[in-house]
């Protein structure tokens, strides 16, 4: 009987080890999970963040383009059109292009061209309207052309050519039979007063300074004949809940992701993590990261988003400092999260 029980202690003792064993191997797992779980939650809210971060301040000490860190207003200008850092010990020229414009704009979309193009066809309703209403026969500019998908509006009231600086869009435009040429639009290869209308729509937004916006503006004026009207598009600061965009900007100077989503629907979350990082590996922008909750590349585009009012004043400060350039301001308005200003020559 006694032998009995002592078994029966063993077997309990034994059971009861195992039993502690499985819980603690459970609780491990348990952890582990949570772990994860936390891990992923931080990732998803990381990416929910940065919808659009701030530009980071580095960037303003060679060039600002905020209003409250203006370079033109913390710095003096030397003769020669430079413009002089703060701390005095650095020239720029603000007319070459910073590296916040070829990091952040150009190699962007020279890497995205390929989903920026799968996503643009046709103009929107009210740059359409606009060429609609130029003269039939007439020579359209447009300034930063993208895909090109305002081209064909333009061939059909008279004819278009499209500048642009992204080779990769570029390509896009040229694979479509459409003229155009590789140009900075701050320094625009065309003699004055060549076009009967210009376009620069959504262009401005990626400018990073006041001057050099005035550049591009006085640029667009520039090549535009005398009685022709040159349309403005840029991001608005001000974004209406149902805006194009779905942005919401909390400061003027910003870097915006664009995600490049890359495998079919329905493929592992592995592997469209290991075609991102293909897509990183072989994009111009050396930025470029790796987004592993939604298995994307991702770039990130400088943008100067614009307050209600701020395009006009640059026009008229640029007309007033550029006694040449006769122009006035004859339209403007809000549109689907962008200002819009049309002007004239004179
Ligand atoms: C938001 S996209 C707009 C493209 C086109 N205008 C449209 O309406 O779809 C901005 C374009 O401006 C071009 N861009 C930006 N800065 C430029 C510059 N300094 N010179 C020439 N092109 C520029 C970019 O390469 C890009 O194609």
Known sequence: MAAHNKRELKRLKKAEKKAAKELRKKERAAAQAAAEQ????????????????????SYFNTYSSSSKNRLDATTGRDDGGYAVASNKRMRINEMATPFCETEHVQKVYDSIAKQWHGTR?????????FIERQPKGSLFGDIGCGNGKNWFACVDQGYGVGSDFSMALLNICNGMGQEVHSADALHLPYRDNIFDAVLSIAVLHHISS????????????????PGGQALFYAWALE???????????QEQDVLVPWHVKVGEQGAKTEERVKEAREV?????????????VKGAAVFQRYCHVYEKGELELLFERMVREHPTVEARIIDSYHDSGNWAMCVEKM
């Open 210 to 225: 006041e001057s050099r916006r005035m550049r591009l503006m006085s640029e667009a004026v520039r090549v535009l004949r």
């Open 38 to 57: 936390a891990r992923i939650e931080e990732k998803k809210a990381k990416a929910i963040s940065a919808k659009s971060t701030p530009l980071p301040p």
């Open 280 to 292: 990183v590996e072989r994009a111009v922008a050396s930025h470029g990261e790796v987004d592993e």
């Open 239 to 249: 974004q209406e809940l149902a805006s194009r965009s779905g942005h919401v900007f």
């Open 121 to 129: 066809y046709k103009p929107w309703p009210k740059v359409a309207a």
